[in-house]
């Protein structure tokens, strides 16, 4: 059974953003976008939520998320998914954050170091798919570990431009785009862990 809207928001609501943030942290609440470091950014609350929104999170759903950054993302899809399974490819980030969402009580959150672009394929596949760096075009390992029925927000495009989009998989494998809003993430990149 999926999740209401409003039982999504509310819990956002509740999230502390500034036990994301090490600097900052009296900007917390100004919805924009902050750098964390390393070159990466923790994205506008308003985004953070309309992205988790279009996800359509059910009970029991099994999410990858690519790019895990501060954790703040992250915290959201663990709070209404039976698990999260998160990539990130800077290996100091990738320290803090295990920390962060320790001593914020998830345990149902997963670890892995590595190159976001391949996914994680060790646990695949995944009901939903949360990207939170831009592509250049749709990572073929991504579409791959999406299971039948499985829905994936990922930002499309380069530095200049790009699209929200919303990618679903039938039941039968066929893929299926829509274009939601303009945005701006960091880009997706593969092979040259930090």
Known sequence: MGYSKKEITAFFHRLDRSKFMDSNKEAAEF???????HGQTISQPSLVLDMTL???LAEGDKVLEIG???GFQTALLAGFAESVYT???IEALYQKVQERLAAEGYSNVHFHLGDGSLGWKKHAPYDRIMVTAAAKEVPRALTDQLSPGGKMIIPIGDSFSQELQLIEKSEEGRIHTSFI????FVELREDDME
Do not use: A, K, N
Request: hydrophobic content about 30%.
């Open 54 to 56: 279009h996800l359509d």
């Open 31 to 37: 919805d924009r976008p902050f750098p964390i470091g």
């Open 68 to 70: 895990t950054g501060s």
């Open 87 to 89: 990539v990130e490819r």
């Open 181 to 184: 809003e303009h945005v701006l």
